[in-house]
């Protein structure tokens, strides 16, 4: 293997200049980047390895493709990766199965993954995505919600705390007149960049912080003990608040999860603790992994600029 790739480069006068790359430099620097996504992602050929290491680490993953263009067969994927490892918890995305392009399509390859998911004792977690689809996202949600969860909570909402009124959508479900399980997951929010612009977020980080404990203290005021919530947060405070209700109410039904790769020590801490712990496991081919590489950088970078 050559140490320097040498290649001419023909300019409009007619002159002829040798560039020279140093293909060390390049390799170099492509070993950085695969470490770097590798930390946060893992390609498809890597799931099942990773599955494995992280329940032998007492770590139940929440798989999520991270293909989010509905340009392609992502049905079939997701169906795949369900029918091959049952008793585990897969993160949805429905722009993935075209909600922007037609609900009804979407609902029924929804329908069909939710069935395959109680099949193989799996869970469904159908994430919040950037707020001019997020209607429709809920509208299926609490539809299938409805439906699924009459016995033990199969399908989870999630709810974006970073946005203004986001406590009050939370409390019309927990105090509602309903026959279904309520399955929450909290999350403060990943789409800022495309939400901002829309006036629709609270004006500030310390009052997201504020709503997104307010969801906690909700849930365990007004939620039954059949419904779950799952605290998915790298906020400590928010975390001990949690730990907090569930110790002094003796609560079985409130769980974490943390980003792969991402406040190992605090996924680690709570497992020690007797807390059960998820560790949110994106996987995709690398091109498919950029726009949620992007919104964690984006979300995290305190955290990514200290690792880093």
């Known amino acids: ?173 927990l105090s509602g007149k309903r026959d279904y399980k309520l399955g929450v997951k909290l999350v403060r929010g990943a789409y800022v960049y495309q939400d901002k612009r829309l006036g629709v977020l609270c004006k500030n980080e310390q009052e997201t912080h504020q709503q997104y404990d307010q969801g906690i203290l909700d849930f365990v005021s007004h939620g039954t003990f059949e419904d779950k919530l799952l605290c998915a947060t790298h906020n400590a405070r928010s975390v001990y608040l949690a730990r907090y209700y569930i110790d002094h109410h003796d609560l079985k039904n409130i769980e974490f999860a943390q980003l792969l790769g991402m406040c190992d020590y605090m996924t680690k801490d709570l497992q020690s603790r007797g807390y059960k712990t998820y560790k949110y496991l994106p996987y995709g081919e690398f091109r498919e992994s950029v726009p949620y590489l992007l919104r964690r950088v984006y979300e995290n970078y305190p955290m990514i600029r200290y690792l880093y």
Do not use: W
């Open 1 to 173: 293997m050559f140490d320097v790739l040498s290649m001419p480069l023909c300019l409009d006068s007619g002159s002829v200049f040798q560039i020279k790359i140093d293909l060390s430099l390049v390799s170099s620097v492509h070993i950085q980047t695969m470490n770097f996504i590798n930390k946060f992602t893992c390609t498809p050929p890597q799931l099942g390895r990773m599955i494995t290491k992280l329940r032998a680490q007492n770590t139940p993953p929440i798989i999520d493709y991270v293909r989010e263009s509905s340009n392609y067969d992502n049905f079939n994927e997701i169906k795949d990766k369900i029918c091959t490892y049952p008793c585990n918890t897969f993160a949805i995305k429905l722009s993935t199965l075209g909600v922007d392009v037609s609900e009804n399509k979407c609902a029924a390859q929804l329908e069909s993954l939710i069935h395959y998911a109680t099949q193989m004792d799996s869970t469904i977690m159908i994430d919040a995505e950037q707020h001019d689809i997020q209607d429709r996202i809920e509208a299926l949600t609490d539809y299938y919600m409805q439906v699924s969860n009459t016995e033990k909570v199969v399908v989870y909402k999630t709810y974006q705390m970073y946005k203004k009124g986001a406590n009050e959508r939370l409390m019309e479900d």
